[in-house]
């Protein structure tokens, strides 16, 4: 690939995508000691980044292949891309997802005229079927990283990450296959070498580090994260290549800082994103001093059910120390549940639920346990309040949030 093919991309996509603008962050700026912008591809065409590699693929495509159609395996975000793109372009689209897929994701997808088809668990197992699905009706595979005319199509963020924001020093991006990390660190590279660029996967999902360690694309056999969209098994070939030359570190985000990073972006940034579009965010927030600025950070997604975006907020608050959910086991008498209520009442924390259970058979005859969820205002708050109900007397167990 060449940097000449990037540039085409950014022309063939001009009046295709967004034009939009970076995004300032003071408070990630106070905690990184210099300037912080978010590149807000959650308010792309399709909610992300996956409409540029899309439609620069299947825009060179032939007036044969066209016809044939194209094939395409996704959680949710390439999906839409390939989708949206085949509608612009008036090609028929049909797309293979995991059967849990995101119900947002699936009837967006549908809605811009795919034909969605389910298989697997896992964005590879819906490609494997997808392949087979070419194999049989000659419909060209779009694949959601490892095709040089994708990688060029997710470059062009990097050019005009570097229009934006000239005097970048460091470049945050969530990575799955590696398609878009692989397109702006190349993009970037060469025109600006001394920029550094780092890819951040999720904990649970991480394929790239052991990958780069041995030299070559490693499969993952297990994977289990909240992030689906960069839950992929196995390095894409072109992608790895070209991520082995230009990137210049990997970082892994937990569960918690991922949640963490979606409740801060929607408090303070105003952008609702996934977990997955939030990974860059979340390993600047866990280390903001390991990054030079100015910085930018790639906001790769925002589609997300909202059912799940609940749960992720309240996984995010109780990471965050705002939430905790406490069992208690305490004598059933009159008072008892005062008593408790008393000590979260002094430490000023806000219950939001109480529920009391006799029949649990770890509860002993005359006790009760008593399950509370309230909101607190920080780590140290939820931490005095334990120790001040186990100072009390109380055998307090914390519940997941």
């Excluded at 000659?138 to 062009?156: N, R, Y």
């Excluded at 999902?205 to 992030?227: D, F, H, L």
Aim: glycine share 10%; net charge negative; charged share 20%.
């Amino acid at each position: 690939m060449e940097i000449g093919d990037v540039h085409q991309a950014a022309e063939r996509i001009t009046g295709v995508i967004r034009d939009l603008p970076v995004q300032g962050a003071r408070w990630l700026s106070d905690q990184v000691g210099g300037p912080v912008y978010l590149i807000p591809e959650n308010l792309q065409r399709a909610g992300s980044f996956k409409i540029r590699g899309a439609y620069n693929r299947i825009s060179q495509l032939s007036e044969a292949e066209r016809a044939k159609g194209v094939v395409a395996a996704s959680a949710g975000n390439h999906a839409q891309g390939v989708a949206l793109a085949g509608q612009l372009l008036g090609v028929n689209v049909t797309v293979f997802m995991p059967v849990d897929a995101s119900i947002p994701k699936i009837e967006a997808t549908r809605g811009y005229g795919a034909d969605v088809r389910f298989q697997g668990t896992t964005v590879d197992e819906a490609l494997v079927e997808a392949r087979a699905f070419a194999d049989q009706t000659g419909a060209v595979l779009i694949h959601p990283f490892d095709h040089e005319h994708v990688v060029a199509g997710q470059g062009t963020l990097g050019l005009e990450i570097l229009d934006k924001i000239p005097d970048v020093k460091t470049v945050v991006v969530c990575t799955g296959g590696g398609g878009l990390l692989a397109g702006v660190a190349f993009a970037i590279k060469q025109s600006k070498p001394d920029v550094k660029v780092i890819g951040v996967q999720a904990e649970g999902a991480a394929t790239y580090p052991q990958s780069i360690a041995e030299g070559k694309p490693v499969m993952r056999e297990q994977m289990n994260t909240m992030a689906d969209g960069i839950a992929i098994a196995r390095p894409g070939d072109i992608p790895f290549q070209l991520i082995q030359e230009y990137v210049d570190e990997f970082r892994t985000v937990t569960e918690d800082e991922l949640s963490r990073a979606v409740l801060m972006l929607l408090e303070r940034a105003k952008l609702v994103v996934e977990p997955s579009g939030a990974a860059a965010t979340a390993a600047v927030m866990n280390a903001p001093h390991d990054f030079e600025p100015p910085v930018a950070i790639t906001i790769s997604g925002g589609n997300v059910d909202s059912l799940v975006l609940l749960r992720i907020i309240r996984h995010g608050m109780a990471a965050a120390g705002r939430y905790l959910s406490i069992s208690v086991h305490t004598p059933d008498f009159p008072g008892s549940l005062a008593g408790l209520l008393d000590v979260l009442k002094h430490h000023k924390a806000n219950v939001v639920d109480v529920f009391h259970d006799r029949t649990d058979p770890r509860v002993s005859i005359g006790d009760v346990r008593i399950d509370i969820q309230m909101e607190t205002r920080s780590v140290e708050q939820r931490d005095q309040i334990i120790a001040a109900l186990s100072a009390a007397g109380y055998q307090v167990e914390v519940l997941d949030g």
